[in-house]
């Protein structure tokens, strides 16, 4: 349903810099703890078939661990190259050091409160 947040993770279990795959229903994300927030994209490359959180995260950036294609994983788009399609970010917040991740993609992200 539009508007509802399924907790994926602990914060604790998320430390700056680091990525953990999450599963929301039948998709399965990454959810990327960085200095701007955290954040959560699909977790398949949208060049080929890799999961990206066995890649590397430098920053906000997300670097496929295959063709080394990147991606901003504060709104899913390509920064770099081989991938052209963007991957699916979905709207995350923190509530009582849980990261929920919206049910719906395109949910607006909620105000962001410092992680
Ligand atoms: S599968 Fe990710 S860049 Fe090719």
Redesign the pocket.
Known sequence: MSGEYTPVITLAELPLGSMRAAILGARELVVCHTRDGVFAVDNI??????R?CE?RLRGTRLI??????SFDVRDGRVLG???AVALTSHAVRITAGMVEVASEPGTPTPPRAPA
């Open positions: 490359c949208t060049h080929a078939y890799a990206l890649g496929c661990p295959l063709h080394g294609a190259p081989p991938a």
